[in-house]
C-alpha cells in the first residue's frame, strides 16, 4: 500500500515490513562451551563438591580430638585437603560462570540491538503520520480524484497506528527482558569476582598450612619435647595478639584485641557480619577519627565547639538537626554533653560522630533500641561503649548486605557504611571499600588466624 502525501504518491515501507523488522530474533546465540562440555564440567564441580563435604567432615573429626603431634599433623592435613577442593571448586564455578556471562552478553546485545530497532521504527512511522497531517482530507480528495484511494489511504493511517500501539508493547517487553537479563549479569559477574577472591585468601591460607605442616613433619614423633617447644611458642604468639591494643575512634580508651574479637564474634553470632570484617571497618573508622580529630560541643545554637585537646575554635561541630538527638543521648547516660568527644569536622560538612562506630547522633538513636535488644538490655545504648559500637555497626553493615560475606557484598556494604552510595559510584569511595577489604583480610591471616589457632 502507498500513502499520497504532498501532492504526489511517495513510497514507504509496508506495514508488514515495518513490524516485521521487530519481530522477535530466532538466532541462537554463540556458546563458549558446547552442551556436552558444559554437562562435563557440572559433574567435575559436583564431584568436587561432594569431595568438599566428606573432607570438611574429616576436618571436623580431626579437630574434635585432644590435642598430640600426630593429632595437629591430621588437623593440618585436613584443613590443606579442604582448601585445595575449596579452590578447585571456585576455579569450575569461575569457568560456568564464565560461559553463562559471555551468553548472557550476547542476549543482552540482541535485546538492545531491537529496542533500538523498534525506537527507530516507530520514529519513522510518526513521521510518516505527521507528514500525512499535513496534507488536508479535501486537498487529498480532490487531487486524487478517488474516492477508493482515499479509503485506502485511511486504512493505511489506521493500519500504522496499530502498528505503533503493537510496536510500543513490544518495546515495553524488551525493556523489560533487558533489564531483568542485566540483574542477571551482574550476578553472575558478581559471584565470579567473588570466587576469584575467595582463591586468592585460600591460597594464603593453604601456603600458611603447608608450612606449619612440614614444621611438623619435621619433627620426630618421638621427640615430644620439641613438639612442646613449638606449642608453648604459638601460644605466646596468640597470647601476644590477644593482649595488644585495639585502636577505637571516637576518644574510646583502646582495649585488648582479644576482647575487640570476642564482640566481634558476638556481633557475628547475631548478624551474620564476618568478624575479619567489622574489625576492619572499626579499624579504618579509627584511622578516619585520628585524621579528623576530637572537639567538644560548645553552642547547641550554631553547632560550633573547640578542639578537645587544642582548645581551636570549629564552627561545624555538629549539624543542628543533630543536636537534640546528641543532647538525649548524653542526658540519659548522664554524661556532660559539652564535655564528651565527638568528630571535629573536615574542610566541609560537619563533625559530631560519636565512638568506636563513628555513628552521628540521629543514626545512633535508629540503632539504640536494637543494639539493646540484641545485648539483652533495654536501656539507651552507649555509643562510647566498645561492646555496644561493634554491636551497632555490625547491625547497620547487615542491613547494608554484608552479611552475605562475599566480597562484593563486603566491599559495597563499606562502601555504603562511609558514603551512603556503592563502591562503584566514585575512586575515593571505592579507595575506602578497598581499603577494609584489605584490612580484613590481613586480621584474618595475621591475628585471628593465630590467636584462635586455625
Known amino acids: 500500500m502507498t500513502l499520497f502525501l504532498r501532492n504526489k504518491y511517495i513510497s514507504l515501507l509496508t506495514l508488514a515490513s515495518l513490524l516485521a523488522a521487530f519481530a522477535p530474533s530466532a538466532s541462537v546465540m554463540a556458546q563458549t562451551l558446547t552442551s556436552a562440555e558444559r554437562a562435563q564440567l557440572e559433574q567435575q564441580l559436583a564431584q568436587v563438591q561432594a569431595e568438599q563435604a566428606q573432607a570438611q567432615s574429616q576436618l571436623a573429626t580431626a579437630?574434635?580430638?585432644?590435642?598430640?603431634?600426630?593429632?595437629?599433623?591430621?588437623?593440618?592435613?585436613?584443613?590443606?585437603?579442604?582448601?585445595?577442593?575449596?579452590?578447585?571448586?571456585?576455579?569450575?564455578?569461575?569457568?560456568?560462570?564464565?560461559?553463562?556471562?559471555?551468553?548472557?552478553?550476547?542476549?543482552?546485545?540482541?535485546?538492545?540491538?531491537?529496542?533500538?530497532?523498534?525506537?527507530?521504527?516507530?520514529?519513522?512511522?510518526?513521521?510518516?503520520?505527521?507528514?500525512?497531517?499535513?496534507?488536508?482530507?479535501?486537498?487529498?480528495?480532490?487531487?486524487?480524484?478517488?474516492?477508493?484511494?482515499?479509503?485506502?489511504?485511511?486504512?493505511?493511517?489506521?493500519?500504522?497506528?496499530?502498528?505503533?500501539?503493537?510496536?510500543?508493547?513490544?518495546?515495553?517487553?524488551?525493556?523489560?527482558?533487558?533489564?531483568?537479563?542485566?540483574?542477571?549479569?551482574?550476578?553472575?559477574?558478581?559471584?565470579?569476582?567473588?570466587?576469584?577472591?575467595?582463591?586468592?585468601?585460600?591460597?594464603?591460607?593453604?601456603?600458611?598450612?603447608?608450612?606449619?605442616?612440614?614444621?611438623?613433619?619435621?619433627?620426630?614423633?618421638?621427640?615430644?619435647?620439641?613438639?612442646?617447644?613449638?606449642?608453648?611458642?604459638?601460644?605466646?604468639?596468640?597470647?601476644?595478639?590477644?593482649?595488644?591494643?585495639?585502636?577505637?575512634?571516637?576518644?574510646?580508651?583502646?582495649?585488648?584485641?582479644?576482647?575487640?574479637?570476642?564482640?566481634?564474634?558476638?556481633?557475628?553470632?547475631?548478624?551474620?557480619?564476618?568478624?575479619?570484617?567489622?574489625?576492619?571497618?572499626?579499624?579504618?573508622?579509627?584511622?578516619?577519627?585520628?585524621?579528623?580529630?576530637?572537639?567538644?560541643?560548645?553552642?547547641?545554637?550554631?553547632?560550633?565547639g573547640v578542639g578537645a585537646h587544642t582548645g581551636r575554635t570549629f564552627e561545624n561541630v555538629m549539624s543542628l538537626g543533630n543536636i537534640p538527638d546528641f543532647m538525649t543521648i548524653t542526658s540519659t547516660l548522664g554524661i556532660d554533653p559539652f564535655n564528651t568527644v565527638v568528630s571535629c569536622p573536615q574542610s566541609i560538612g560537619y563533625g559530631g560522630a560519636m565512638g568506636p562506630a563513628q555513628f552521628e547522633p540521629s543514626t545512633w538513636m535508629l540503632f539504640s533500641n536494637r543494639v539493646g535488644k540484641a545485648l539483652g538490655f533495654t536501656s539507651m545504648a552507649d555509643p562510647w561503649n566498645p561492646q555496644d559500637a561493634f554491636m551497632a555497626s555490625a547491625l547497620y553493615l547487615s542491613d547494608l548486605g554484608a552479611g552475605a560475606g562475599t566480597w562484593t557484598a563486603e566491599s559495597n556494604a563499606a562502601c555504603r557504611y562511609y558514603s551512603g552510595r556503592t563502591c562503584a559510584h566514585s575512586s575515593l569511595i571505592a579507595s575506602y571499600g578497598y581499603s577494609v577489604m584489605s584490612l580484613a583480610s590481613s586480621i584474618q591471616q595475621n591475628e585471628i588466624n593465630k590467636l584462635t589457632g586455625i
Open 63 to 304: 579437630q574434635s580430638k585432644s590435642r598430640s603431634l600426630q593429632n595437629d599433623i591430621d588437623v593440618l592435613a585436613a584443613k590443606v585437603r579442604a582448601e585445595q577442593l575449596d579452590i578447585q571448586a571456585k576455579n569450575l564455578l569461575i569457568q560456568t560462570l564464565g560461559d553463562n556471562i559471555t551468553t548472557k552478553q550476547a542476549e543482552i546485545a540482541s535485546l538492545d540491538a531491537q529496542i533500538a530497532q523498534n525506537k527507530q521504527s516507530i520514529s519513522d512511522i510518526f513521521r510518516a503520520l505527521q507528514q500525512s497531517e499535513d496534507t488536508p482530507l479535501l486537498e487529498s480528495l480532490l487531487k486524487n480524484n478517488s474516492l477508493s484511494q482515499l479509503f485506502d489511504y485511511s486504512i493505511d493511517l489506521i493500519s500504522l497506528q496499530q502498528g505503533i500501539d503493537t510496536l510500543s508493547a513490544q518495546l515495553v517487553a524488551n525493556e523489560a527482558s533487558s533489564t531483568a537479563e542485566k540483574a542477571v549479569l551482574v550476578d553472575r559477574q558478581n559471584a565470579a569476582v567473588d570466587a576469584r577472591y575467595t582463591i586468592q585468601q585460600e591460597q594464603k591460607s593453604l601456603q600458611s598450612n603447608q608450612y606449619q605442616q612440614q614444621q611438623l613433619l619435621s619433627i620426630s614423633k618421638n621427640n615430644e619435647a620439641a613438639y612442646s617447644a613449638l606449642v608453648t611458642a604459638k601460644k605466646k604468639e596468640a597470647d601476644a595478639i590477644n593482649a595488644k591494643l585495639f585502636v577505637l575512634a571516637g576518644g574510646s580508651n583502646p582495649i585488648p584485641f582479644g576482647k575487640a574479637y570476642q564482640y566481634a564474634v558476638a556481633a557475628s553470632n547475631i548478624t551474620g557480619v564476618d568478624p575479619a570484617f567489622l574489625l576492619a571497618i572499626l579499624t579504618q573508622e579509627s584511622n578516619l577519627g585520628t585524621n579528623q580529630g576530637m572537639c567538644f560541643l560548645r553552642d547547641t545554637s550554631t553547632g560550633s
